[in-house]
Every structure is written in C-alpha cells, then in structure tokens.
C-alpha cells in the first residue's frame, strides 16, 4: 500500500507500465525473428536435401549407364570395375585431403555467419 502511494506520488508507476511492456514486446519480437530464421535455415535444409537426393540419383543412373557402355567393350564385370576404381580413387584422394577440406568449409562457414549477423 504504501509502495503504491510512493510511486503514484512520484508518477512512476506509469513508467514501470511502460517499461514492462516494452521488455514484453521486445521478448515477443525476438520469439518471431528466432521462427522467421528457423523457418528460413529448415527450408533451406529442405530444398539442399532434394537437390542433393536428385544429384545422387542422377550419379548412380550415370555410373550404371557408363559401365553398361564400357562393358560393352570390355565385359560387363570389366565396365563396372573400371566405374568402381574411379569411385575408389576419388574416394581415397578425397580422405588424404579432408584436413583441407575441413579447414576451407569451416572458414567459409565462418565468414558467411560473421557476414549474416552485421
């Protein structure tokens, strides 16, 4: 009661509205933008999923593709072993060089969040 009468007194109650209110409105705001950007990155995850899914689908029909036709000339066992010995090398070549690979993605990564949150 008397904590009411002081700040009616010195007019602050209505200040004590208005801020709590604002900070209110400010947590509500920031609620929408952490959906906006949740909603944008799940979208994007979305779409590189199908494109990904399509490019690997595309690989396998082509590798099979290949190696019919290489087998042609050189026995279908011989085709698909020729397809699968390049799978195999840039398998290896691509595990020799993931430390490079890792410290590229990561910098890049790093520069497109740094570049996002200016």
């Not at 509205?17 to 409105?25: A, I, P, S």
């Not at 070549?93 to 590229?104: A, P």
């Amino acid at each position: 009661m008397i904590k009411d009468s002081v700040l009616k007194f010195l007019k602050l109650d209505n200040l004590i509205q208005n801020l709590t209110g604002f900070v209110e409105t400010k947590v509500e705001l920031m609620k929408l933008e952490i959906k906006e950007d949740l909603a944008k990155g799940l979208s994007r995850v979305a779409v590189f999923i199908v494109v990904a899914f399509t490019f690997v689908l595309f690989i396998v029909f082509f590798s099979v593709a290949l190696a019919f036709k290489l087998g042609e000339s050189m026995g279908t066992f011989g085709g698909f072993a020729v397809v699968a010995a390049f799978y195999l090398l840039l398998a290896i070549v691509t595990f020799l060089s993931r430390e490079t690979i890792f410290n590229k993605l990561e910098k890049e990564l790093g520069e497109i969040m740094t570049k996002k949150k200016k």
